[in-house]
């Protein structure tokens, strides 16, 4: 079936280490996006990626960094620096970046500091 | 982005009522309105979307309005049921951008 992969479910990380997210989408979207939620927030856009080798910062990119080596895959590194990493961590994908394309989200990854 | 603002931030009905859910904005280039819904634990799914040359979109119990000149879009879900419990996002997307805004959410409770 095509759809988003992250990977995993749940991490528990102690203070200091740097931990890697994984986002894989087969459904061949050129774009796509790393948000964090927050318990009763919204949506805070991390970083973004139109195309291959290609990535943007988005709104509370502190802390964090990316690559997208391949198409298909956004990995998400959440660095030390990042003093508050507890959250839900969700990717998302678009077709293509012609405005009004549909995005689809992945089923997040929980990340607790321990 | 541009803000959007989602309200009401809970929303409490009656098995069979209706719920309504509004989004305003600011930018005036927002021209496509996606609403998503998010049970707990999973990722948000889309639900229904409307672009800015349609004024309103159905899809069975739920429908999408839009008033541009005022700058605003509604969520309608006529009939609820219990498993219509979650939390809903709006979000706008702007011309040129590709980058969605979201609202901060709505966590709409069916009582059976």
């Known amino acids: 079936d095509g759809g988003i992969t992250q990977s995993p479910k749940y991490l528990f990380r102690k203070e200091g280490q740097n931990v890697t997210l994984s986002c894989e989408q087969n459904?061949?979207?050129?774009?796509m996006y790393w948000y964090r939620q927050d318990p009763g927030q919204g949506l805070r856009l991390i970083y973004y990626?139109?195309?291959?080798?290609?990535?943007q910062k988005g709104d509370i990119a502190e802390g964090y960094s990316v690559s997208r080596e391949k198409k298909e895959s956004f990995p998400l590194t959440v660095t030390s620096a990042q003093k508050n990493p507890t959250a839900f961590y969700l990717c998302?994908?678009?077709?293509?970046?012609?405005?009004?394309?549909?995005?689809?989200f992945g089923e997040g990854s929980w990340l607790t500091v321990v | 982005g541009e803000n959007v603002e989602q309200h009401p931030s809970t929303l409490s009905v009656q098995e069979g009522d209706s719920a309504v859910i509004k989004c305003t904005y600011s930018?005036?280039?927002?021209?496509?309105f996606p609403w998503y819904k998010q049970e707990l634990g999973k990722g948000p799914q889309l639900i229904i979307d409307i672009r800015s040359n349609v004024g309103e979109k159905k899809d069975q119990r739920i429908a999408v309005t839009l008033n541009k000149t005022a700058k605003h879009f509604s969520l309608h879900i006529t009939e609820t049921q219990p498993e219509d419990s979650a939390v809903y996002f709006c979000a706008r997307v702007s011309g040129g951008s590709y980058i969605p805004t979201f609202g901060r959410g709505t966590s709409l409770i069916v009582h059976p």
């Open positions: 930018d005036s280039a927002s021209n496509y």
């Open positions: 459904l061949n979207h050129d774009a």
């Open positions: 990626s139109q195309i291959v080798n290609d990535f």
């Open positions: 998302a994908s678009r077709r293509t970046a012609q405005t009004g394309n549909t995005i689809y």
